[in-house]
């Protein structure tokens, strides 16, 4: 249980980094001109792929970490698309509902963020760094 406890502070804390990638990518998206939807994938892809990264070295590396293959971001992404389908779903609904202001988009990315991560955890940890 502890180990777990341990592990998930870890995710929470490559997520936390995650969505400043998220957010700085969204916002720098939308400075571009790209419809929310676009700047969202676009920026949910760079999150996932920080994520991917600092997860297979800290959050679920046990003692040496094997060299990163594009096999196992492929399954990254994969189990990340669940919790990006409820991320996703949860800030555009923000977007939708909450005032027009300069905060918004932050605010939308940082509740989809808190609602998939949960989903996410448990899709990395069974499905990809399962180690036996």
Known sequence: MRKTRHALGLFALA???GLGVDTLVCYAGLA????FSLA???SFLCAVYFTWQVNRRWTFAAGTVPPASWMEWW???G???GGGAVNYLVSAVAV???PAWP???LLAVAAGSLAGMSLNFI???LLVFKRS
Do not use: C, D, Q, V
């Not at 571009?32 to 419809?35: D, N, P, S």
């Open 32 to 35: 571009l001109g790209l419809h």
């Open 75 to 77: 399954r990254y992404l």
């Open 79 to 81: 189990a990340m698309l």
């Open 123 to 125: 899709s990395a940890r």
């Open 96 to 98: 939708h509902f909450l």
């Open 15 to 17: 997520g936390i980094g």
């Open 103 to 105: 905060l918004t988009p």
């Open 40 to 42: 969202r994938l676009i």
